[in-house]
């Protein structure tokens, strides 16, 4: 299994407060992402990043920001956390970005009340 | 975006039994992959496939490009089977994957 973790796992927060998330990979893979999975939507790309400080948005990535300041951190930071933003987060890594394989961390399960 | 649809929404076998899982999607791809999520929540890249066929074991996966579909088959299907089953495609030149909403697959003893 590819090196991946993130934390924390779980985290309760109230609307409007700010929360973090880390995606720490030991792959030394270039490409990071991180997805956000919710009932009958699958999973949804947030925004990417495709080497250290370079990163794009993806599909569904208002209100949130991310920063990669180290190859192996990827961060998600939800600045003003809502109700709408409660479900479970995804980091996924892979080595080249095009036509390479995803392998994806074990998630963090967010709840925002 | 590219649409990614998936089929059947949700499958129940008895143990044994085999089944095939479709991906349709709406244009062309550069990459396309199978992931299993268990019940636990993992997710578990099974097959690699932009064309062609593969086999692990019990699972196989097809990906006909030319007519814009994959299709993952599950033989002898075990408990440990049950799950949902995403793919996932890649547009070219586009670092951006683009998800199905799955496939719920329920194996019963």
């Known amino acids: 299994d590819a090196g991946i973790t993130q934390s924390p796992r779980h985290k309760v927060t109230e609307t409007g407060t700010p929360v973090t998330l880390r995606c720490h990979q030991t792959?030394?893979?270039?490409?990071m992402y991180w997805y956000r999975q919710d009932p009958g939507h699958g999973l949804r790309l947030i925004h990417y990043?495709?080497?250290?400080?370079?990163?794009d948005k993806g599909e569904v990535s208002d209100g949130y920001s991310v920063s990669r300041s180290k190859t192996e951190d990827f961060l998600l930071t939800l600045e003003s956390a809502t109700s709408s933003q409660t479900s479970v987060y995804f980091c996924?890594?892979?080595?080249?970005?095009?036509?390479?394989?995803?392998?994806f961390g074990p998630g963090t399960r967010l709840t925002v009340t | 975006g590219i649409q990614v649809e998936q089929s059947p929404p949700d499958l129940i076998l008895q143990e044994g039994a085999n089944s095939t899982l479709r991906c349709n999607f709406s244009?062309?791809?550069?990459?396309l992959q199978w992931f299993h999520q268990n019940p636990w929540g993992q997710l578990i890249n099974l097959f690699y496939?932009?064309?062609g066929t593969k086999q692990n074991g019990r699972l196989s996966a097809t990906t006909v490009a030319t007519e814009r579909y994959s299709l993952l088959y599950i033989s002898s299907s075990q408990t440990t089977d049950s799950g949902v089953y995403f793919c996932?495609?890649?547009?070219?030149?586009?670092?951006?994957?683009?998800f199905g909403s799955g496939t719920k697959l329920n194996v019963k003893p």
């Open positions: 996924a890594i892979s080595e080249s970005g095009q036509a390479s394989q995803q392998y």
């Open positions: 244009d062309s791809v550069n990459n």
């Open positions: 990043s495709y080497g250290v400080k370079d990163t």
């Open positions: 996932a495609v890649e547009l070219y030149n586009f670092n951006k994957f683009y």
């Open positions: 496939i932009p064309s």
């Open positions: 792959e030394n893979h270039r490409y």
